[in-house]
């Protein structure tokens, strides 16, 4: 079945980057000239998703204002002949049908996911997380799991290994190689505090998608680590009773959530970006003589 719908889970309070996050979005934060959040709905559209529902809270209402028209600023640079910025401005209002949702409680990952089940209804749907963008040269990151959708079990995780001095920060997959860059997945844990726990060093990176089936398991999932419901918990179910495919992305994950990974992301996206890479080569470059 084609994956036409994509969840994108905007709602915290994005605490690892305060004060930004004081009045500022995480999800809003610039990577040289537009938002993160741009580029995750960029990557779900290069997939071939249609529809994108974007799950926030209270005080951001900014993305809503981002993915809309401008008639004010439209208007300003059609009459002064910026004929190239009018243009990216109008093509950000049409770059898919998105729809937004508030999470009026924030109870965690999995509460928000089932805050989209009117929205999915019975389809299977892609999930990429608000703070993670993840620059792949070729294969858009969660179209390498759509790819591979049904082909192994009910659902696929887009996983990275994570040094083993980390992997309590995050979830712990039981996974079985199966080619190339492809896992059964059969067991995970969320946040492991022993070694015990620790079923391997691969863990879910921003991107998964999911059978209909995930809002059934979330409804009567209890709160577990921190006290929330987490979607972990309920993906267990899944790989557990029927396997779960997990595929490790193959691209540069820069994590928004982080205060260096923010820096990451702008320097090394500035790098690559035409109007910026030269002269921010040379001012590295300047700058590693003096460190």
Same mark, same amino acid.
């Given at each position: ?31 040289v ?36 028209? #401008? ?8 009459? #002064? ?8 401005v ?29 929205y $999915? ?37 887009? $996983? ?17 190689h ?21 079923? #391997?060093?691969?863990s879910?990176?921003?991107r ?17 680590a ?14 557990? #009773?029927?396997?779960?495919?997990? $595929? ?44």
């Amino acid at each position: 079945m084609k994956i036409r719908k994509a969840i994108i889970p905007a709602a915290g309070f994005g605490t690892r980057v305060l004060p930004a996050t004081k009045s500022m979005p995480k999800e809003m934060f610039p990577i040289v000239d537009k938002p993160t959040i741009q580029y995750i709905v960029e990557e779900a559209v290069a997939a071939g998703i249609t529809d994108i529902l974007i799950i926030t809270n209270r005080g951001k209402g900014i993305m809503e204002d981002h993915f809309d028209f #401008s008639p004010e600023l439209e208007h300003s640079l059609e009459k #002064s002949g910026k004929t190239e910025f009018l243009k990216q401005v109008r093509d950000i209002a049409n770059l898919a049908d998105i729809t937004f949702i508030r999470q009026r409680e924030m109870k965690g990952l999995g509460h928000a996911i089932l805050r989209a089940k009117a929205y $999915v209804g019975d389809e299977p749907f892609a999930v990429l997380f608000g703070d993670g963008v993840i620059d792949c040269d070729n294969t858009p990151a969660i179209k390498q799991l759509i790819d591979v959708y049904g082909e192994y079990g009910e659902g696929v995780l887009g $996983v990275k290994k994570v040094p083993e001095s980390e992997i309590h920060k995050y979830g712990s997959l039981k996974v079985e190689h199966l080619r190339d860059n492809i896992f059964k997945c059969t067991d995970m844990v969320e946040k492991p505090q022993t070694p015990e726990e620790v079923l #391997s060093l691969y863990s879910i990176t921003d991107r998964v998608v999911l059978p209909a089936s995930i809002f059934e398991i979330l409804e009567r999932t209890l709160p577990g680590a921190g006290g929330e419901i987490q979607l972990t918990d309920a993906m267990r179910e899944i790989a557990v #009773s029927k396997g779960m495919t997990a $595929v490790e992305i193959d691209g540069n994950r820069f994590d928004m959530g982080n205060k260096f990974g923010v820096l990451r992301a702008n320097i090394e996206m500035g790098l690559k970006h035409p109007e910026t890479k030269d002269e921010l080569k040379e001012y590295i470059k300047t700058l590693a003589k003096e460190l």
